[in-house]
Structures are given as C-alpha cells and as structure tokens.
C-alpha cells in the first residue's frame, strides 16, 4: 500500500515538472525566435525502446522546431528564416546557432546579436560599411549593390541532440546533430520569427496538468484512507 | 515550491516593460522627430534534470534529455530608426532630414544629437532647439535679414527684403555606424556611447547622409495600429501567465489537502 502511494506521490512530482515546462513556455509566447518545449512520458517497452503514452515514467523534453509566424517590422537587420535553418553565432564559448534574428550592428561596424556575439559569415564576423545595404533571400549581404559577405546558414540532420541554452541559443556539444550547409532557407530581412508557443495549447496543456494531478491527489488520498481503515480494523482483532 | 509560479512571474514583468515602452509611444505619437522603441526579450536558462546521450539503469541510451526552462527577461529596448512621415508647415526654421544623419546640437559644450528640425531663433539670432540648444555648426541670421533658405545641400542663404544674401554657410549633419545603440537624454535628443560609434560629421546629401527639406517636419515614427495590436498581444500574454500562476497555486493547494 506504502509502495502505492510512493508511486502516486512520484506522478504527481513529474506533473509539476510538466507545468514548470508548459509556464516557460508560456512565459516566452512574446520572445522571437523561442520554439516550445513539449514535456513528453516514454515508457521502456520489453524490448528496451521508448514508447509515448504510459504516465510518469521516463519524462523527457524535446524542443518542438516548428515554423513561427512571421511579423514584419521593417528593421533591416530583423532577419527572419523560412526554413530549418540557423543562423551561427560566435560566443564566448565557441559556436552557437539561434532562429532569433534581432541583429544590430556595434561600434565596429559588426553584425552581432543582442548579447553582443558576432553573427557569423562566410569567414567568421560579417562586417558591414557603406550604404544601400541589402540582404537577400539566399542570405547574401550586399552594400552599394557589390556583394559583400553572405550569412552562414546552418541545418541538422537531428536538432532533436542540440542542447538549448538562454538567450535563444543552441549548441551542439558533442557534435551529435550532424550540422550542413543549409541552402533551402529563405532569409527575410525587415521580419522576425515569432515564438511557436500557440496560446491554447498551453492552455490545454494546463488543464490536463491540473486534473491529472486532482486525480492522482484523489488515489493518494483514497489509499491513505483504506490505510487507515485496515490498521484501524486490525487494531479492533 | 513549484519553479512555475516563479517563471509566470518573469513572464508577467517582460509583457509589463512591453507596455511601458508601447504606452511611452503612444504618448510620443505626435512628438516632431520621435523614434519608436521595442522591447526585446529573451529566453532564461535551462535547468537540465538529465543529459540526452545519458546511460539509463538498463545500459539504454535516453534519446532525449530534460530541459526546463525558467522563463523570460528583458534584453533590450530597441530604438527604431525607421523613417517618420513628414508635415508640411510655412516655417522657413523647421527642417527635415529625408535619409540618414542628425542634427547637431551643443548642450554646454557637449554635443548633442537629434531629428527634430523645429528651430528657433535665440535673441542674438542664433538657430537652436526649442530648449535654446544650439546647432553645431552655429547659424546666425543677421539683425536686418528677412529672408532665410536652406536648401537640400544643406547649404543656407540669408537675405534682405531686396533679396541681396548677408551671410550664407553649410549646415553638417551627423551619422552613426550603430544609432540603436545611441542612448535616449530626452528632450528629443540623443548622445553617443561606446555602442552607438562616435559620429561622423559630413554634408547633407553626400556620402550616405540625407538631405535636408525645408519648411518640412519629420513627425514621430510610431504607428498607432501597431501600437495597439502589440498592446493588446502584450495584454493577453500577461493573462495567460497569471493563468499559469493561478494553475501553479491549485496544484499547492492540492498538495496542502493531501493531509486530511
């Protein structure tokens, strides 16, 4: 009966991890570039593979790649990708990779992202001088018509081994997500790609969060009280 | 306690700062030679419970980790440079920049930066802004003058009623490699900072700076439709935070009801 209620107890423990993730979610349904993460239960089958469906057991998160709406806004430097692809950023820490394309320019005339990291081009930083800047669909950045450099774009053949960072950012530690030059990404320049969090999917998400954990409340409680029915009953012999 | 409650509430504060700066422009909606701002967030860390690649107890390998994330913050409010439209009015001082580059300004000895072209004459016929700041280079309209032109050169005549010039000079504007990262002193006026560049002064309609139109006035770039749709999104975000809150405080309560 003990061993019930632990197991219960447990369930519960990992519905408040699912909450946790549908609230981040949440929480960024306003931050460009930002892909939901789906809080998924694998059970281990006999056969030692993971299957969807059986409750609490095995939790993982994967980060859901979707395309999100694009808003126009008119910002040279607001690109966008249509597509799979990332764009390549140098960081501190070697490279990362990012679907938020809030780019500016700093005091050297580099393009960076918002933290201040260079974006990366054909050969490392893209510097930009001159007028008439224009960057074109296949991620071309001319100035004055003259081509200048162009953005490296980046695919995976498994985005599911990236490890997501703050900041928008994603890395491939291990090499393990197969990085490629990506060539069937559209880059949109003057637009943003918006969050993918859809609104009533979180709500739903947490709905189901709650009841679920109402019920297993329920079957804790239920259990405790025929624990104290049989120990009570055996105290009366 | 739940980690929720606590990302709810980064959630809240992020789509708080997005209506402060949506609120700041609708109130500069009829500013001459306001940029609009935007706020931008970002993703905070992930808190990871278990690496992808990990070994499992039966010598499996976990295809995926988990991830939690722990909410949003606030990165930056963005000034937008887009181009405002222009009014016409009958003021031979109101100028406007059409292009790049900002007039300059000398704020007791500090160089100053702005669009607003709404200038005044001074009692010593000196051109400056509506606080009495005056333009670097300095233009002095003569005691007796009566006429002034600018043209789009950025080239200025002063004359007489008989239309004879008394002094004539050019008016410099100047350009920045980075102007988002100007920062904002009010007033309608910018300085420079370490991430804006130090500016480069050049002639109007030369080498990438605007021209300079006169009896014209850039109005404030901000759209009010666009305004009002951010308003309203930043509204709904912030609801549904306070949903997760509120999803996050029955689930303690359950909790709390477990002992009876």
């Known amino acids: 009966m003990i061993n019930g209620i632990e197991i219960m107890a447990n369930a519960a423990i990992k519905q408040i991890s699912r909450l946790d993730c549908a609230t981040h979610n949440i ?3 306003n931050t460009p570039g930002f892909k939901a993460e789906r809080f998924r239960f694998l059970k281990e089958s006999a056969g030692g593979g993971a299957t969807e469906g059986s409750p609490a057991q095995g939790p993982a998160t994967m980060v859901d790649y979707s395309q999100g709406m694009m808003q126009k806004t008119d910002n040279l430097f607001d690109l966008a990708i249509n597509g799979k692809g990332f764009f390549a950023v140098k960081t501190q820490d070697g490279v990362a990779y990012t679907k938020d394309g809030r780019f500016t320019l700093n005091e050297d005339g580099a393009l960076v992202t918002q933290a201040g990291d260079d974006v990366l081009g054909r050969k490392g930083k ?10 074109s669909q296949d991620g071309v950045i001319s100035v004055g018509g003259n081509e200048a450099d162009a953005l490296k774009i980046v695919s ?14 994603y890395r491939d530690p291990d090499n393990l997500a197969g990085a490629e030059k990506e060539e069937e990404s559209q880059i949109q320049s003057g637009y943003l790609e918006l969050s993918n969090v859809q609104a009533i999917r979180e709500m739903v998400e947490m709905i189901n969060i709650q009841r679920t954990f109402e019920s297993y409340q329920k079957v804790i409680q239920t259990m405790s009280e025929q624990n104290k029915m049989s120990t009570d009953r055996i105290g009366k012999l | ?3 929720a409650l606590w990302t709810a509430a980064t959630g809240m504060e992020a789509q708080q700062i997005s209506q402060d700066v949506v609120a700041n422009n609708l109130a500069n909606v009829n500013t001459v030679g306001f940029k609009k701002a935007r706020a931008d967030f970002q993703d905070l860390m992930y808190q990871i419970y278990s690496k992808s690649g990990a070994e499992t107890s039966d010598g499996g390998q976990l295809p995926v980790g988990i991830e939690i994330g722990m909410g949003v913050k606030p990165v930056a409010v963005q000034k937008m440079f887009a181009q405002g439209d222009y009014m016409q009015t009958s003021n031979q001082f109101d100028w406007a920049i059409e292009g790049d580059g900002f007039f300059q300004l000398d704020d007791n000895g500090r160089t100053v930066y702005t669009r607003a072209g709404n200038l005044k004459l001074n009692s010593d016929g000196a051109l400056c802004n509506s606080e009495g700041i005056k333009l670097i280079p300095e233009v002095t309209m003569p005691p007796d003058a009566v006429d002034f032109t600018i043209d ?12 004879s010039p008394l002094a004539t000079g050019r008016i410099e504007l100047a350009k920045f490699i980075n102007p988002a990262g100007l920062t904002s002193l ?10 804006s560049g130090d500016a480069t002064a050049g002639n109007p309609g030369e080498e990438g700076f605007g021209t300079v139109s006169q009896r014209f006035l850039e109005m404030s770039n901000v759209n009010v439709v666009d305004e009002m749709v951010r308003m309203i999104v930043g509204q709904r975000a912030y609801e549904i935070n306070s949903k997760a809150i509120q999803t996050a405080d029955s689930m303690l309560q359950m909790a ?5």
Request: proline letters at 2%; glycine letters at 10%; aromatic letters at 6%.
């Open chain 1, 27 to 29: 929480a960024n349904v």
């Open chain 2, 256 to 260: 709390n009801n477990l002992k009876r």
């Open chain 1, 126 to 135: 893209i510097i930009i001088a001159g007028n008439d800047i224009q960057i």
């Open chain 1, 156 to 169: 995976f053949r498994e985005p599911s081994a990236l490890v997501k960072l703050n900041m928008g950012l």
């Open chain 2, 1 to 3: 306690m739940i980690r």
């Open chain 2, 152 to 163: 789009s050169g950025g080239t200025w005549t002063a004359s007489d009623a008989t239309g």
């Open chain 2, 186 to 195: 009010g007033r309608n006026l910018y300085a420079s900072t370490e991430a």
